[in-house]
């Protein structure tokens, strides 16, 4: 499995972006996309999750209500709506997926794939 990442960008505060992970490859043994991010300074953070059915959804308590993560079936691509956003949201933004079952979704360490990451840049 192959993962693009795409659509950060500079936005003012308060502002909207989309981000999109594409998945290619053998992408019928994803179980489940996870969107992460890491600030200047800081460890890489849990943002939102997707299982591959898209029957399931989970969210960083700091995104919650803000953001909305979903997915194509046709184009195999995840997204990350991202609304409202804070000067705080700033960090580079990476998707993820693993191709196994857990109960984990917040944790980086239980996702095999990742992307490159995004730039999302808030200024106040």
């Known amino acids: 499995v192959q993962l693009q990442a795409s659509g950060g960008g500079l936005v003012q505060a308060g502002g909207s972006l989309r981000l999109s992970c594409a998945a290619s490859g053998r992408t019928l043994s994803i179980y489940a996309v996870g969107w992460f991010r890491q600030a200047p300074g800081k460890e890489r953070e849990f943002v939102a999750a997707i299982s591959w059915s898209g029957s399931s959804t989970w969210y960083a308590d700091s995104v919650k209500g803000r953001f909305t993560i979903s997915r194509d079936n046709a184009k195999n691509t995840v997204y990350l709506q991202m609304n409202s956003l804070k000067p705080e949201d700033t960090a580079v933004y990476y998707c993820?997926?693993?191709?196994?079952?857990?109960?984990?979704?917040?944790?980086?360490?239980?996702?095999?794939?990742w992307g490159q990451g995004t730039q999302v840049t808030v200024s106040s």
């Open positions: 993820s997926s693993r191709g196994y079952f857990s109960t984990t979704y917040s944790s980086e360490g239980s996702y095999d794939t």
